[in-house]
């Protein structure tokens, strides 16, 4: 039986050990450098539902590029929220940044061929954290906590999938645009990204 596409990157990413994280490798100095994003687990309904949702976020400015919020955990949602980012850089920027990384674990949505092709196809360069290591994408770590624990109540109270998607587009909307981020100067992430750009466009 041959091996599948999907077992086969795999196993090279598996060879080549902490060599794909090129993250810890990179120094990161400004935003549009690098991507991170993630998956986590949405409880809603009274505790009856779950859903899934991944971010593709800027590691240094801190901005929430894509999204998307499903019912299953497929490599398909992973797509859709790597799609909705390069759509947000290119309306910010005109265009993707060369060498732009996008850095991820290693589950099986980040590693499956499909996904893989799709940012291969789109000229950015992946990276993989170790397995077993969230230490080494903290910033998503991070975002997916606060999330979850500040709005633990407002999920839980959602009836319906379609009302959950509601809210959590209400509340990355809220933490683009208005909340202060410590690492960006008290800022709100589009704030201190439009800056940026400003500022490099000069």
């Known amino acids: 039986m ?3 596409k ?17 993250m810890i490798r990179t120094k990161i100095v400004v935003p549009f450098q690098a991507l991170t994003s993630d998956i986590t687990e949405i409880i809603y309904n009274h505790g009856q539902s779950k859903a899934y949702l991944v971010v ?12 998307a919020v ?10 859709r929220s790597f799609r909705q980012a390069l759509v947000t850089i290119k309306k910010l ?12 674990d290693q589950g099986s949505q980040f590693t499956s061929y499909e996904y893989v092709e799709e940012v291969l196809k789109s ?6 954290s170790t397995p077993g290591t969230p230490t ?7 975002f997916f906590g606060r999330l979850k624990d500040e709005n633990r109540d407002e999920f839980l109270e959602m009836e319906t999938f379609a009302k ?16 202060p981020h410590t690492s960006i100067k008290l800022q709100s992430p589009k704030k201190y990204t439009l800056n940026f750009i400003k500022n490099f466009s000069k």
């Open 2 to 4: 041959r091996p599948s």
């Open 6 to 22: 999907k077992s086969v990157i795999k196993e090279i990413i598996e060879a080549l050990a902490d060599r794909v994280n090129l």
């Open 56 to 67: 593709h976020k800027d590691v240094l400015g801190q901005m929430v590029y894509g999204y």
């Open 70 to 79: 499903g019912e299953t955990m497929e490599a398909e949602l992973v797509i």
């Open 93 to 104: 920027i005109k265009k993707i940044p060369n060498e732009l990384l996008c850095h991820s």
């Open 123 to 128: 000229n950015l360069v992946l990276s993989y």
């Open 136 to 142: 080494e994408n903290p910033g998503q770590e991070s």
């Open 164 to 179: 959950l998607k509601k809210l959590i587009s209400t509340k990355i909307s809220y933490y683009n645009n208005k909340r």
